[in-house]
């Protein structure tokens, strides 16, 4: 069964929608209510973090992209800069890599493409509540992935960068200057050096490296 309540008198888990779209803050939350969370909306960015102090929040945020003024990704890396406790998720009806790389980056927990079903965003939810804060896991895992790619030669580190960015090979290539096939390989080299078997494995540890002591992906 998700986890809905929390706290010594076992309150409800607060479930914040920053979006500025009524009705699908309306959808949304007689979704959550129905899964026994306490769900509050609001329209824009600077709304939420007029009335909710990110820093002593407890719960989940639920984040559009585009929203009014400062966007999704800017009101996550504000929450994070603050201290943030509140699992993060975005959704978004224009889903991009390098989006939902930057999204990563912050601590945000899963990024979701637009339409969805309520159903799907519980569900989301339920997983977001089950994992650690957002400033939690970066902390203490961004020191690790730091040193694992300290590993890398800088050009290396750069091909590294790139790929973890949602760049192609064949982009990396031209930028670099270098043949399809070299970037191939030092890709190859890129992996056994860090010990990691997939493309989402090493985007982990650039992202994590965001806040743990590494320099920003390309």
Not at 100 to 110: C, H, K, N, P, S
């Amino acid at each position: 069964m998700p986890q809905t309540e929390a706290g010594p008198g076992r309150q409800p888990i607060r479930v914040y929608v920053v979006d500025d779209e009524p009705d699908l803050r309306t959808s949304l939350s007689y979704a959550l209510e129905a899964a026994g969370y306490r769900s509050e909306g609001f329209a824009s960015a600077e709304a939420f973090l007029a009335a909710v102090d990110p820093a002593t929040a407890e719960g989940c945020a639920i984040i559009d992209l585009r929203l009014p003024g400062m966007n999704g990704v800017e009101l996550a890396e504000q929450m994070v800069r603050r201290g943030t406790r509140l699992r993060m998720i975005i959704v978004t009806a224009f889903g991009q890599l390098a989006t939902a790389v930057r999204a990563f980056q912050t601590g945000v927990l899963d990024f979701i493409e637009k339409p969805f079903e309520p159903g799907e965003i519980v569900q989301a939810v339920a997983r977001a509540l089950a994992a650690p804060p957002a400033s939690y896991v970066l902390s203490q895992e961004g020191a690790t992935a730091a040193a694992q790619l300290a590993k890398l030669s800088p050009r290396e580190r750069e091909v590294f960068d790139m790929i973890a960015a949602g760049w192609l090979g064949k982009e990396i290539g031209r930028k670099l200057d270098l043949s399809p096939r070299t970037i191939e390989v030092h890709r190859a080299n890129i992996m056994r050096r860090l010990g990691v078997r997939t493309l989402p494995e090493m985007v982990r540890l650039a992202l994590l490296v965001e806040f743990g002591g590494g320099r920003r992906m390309t």
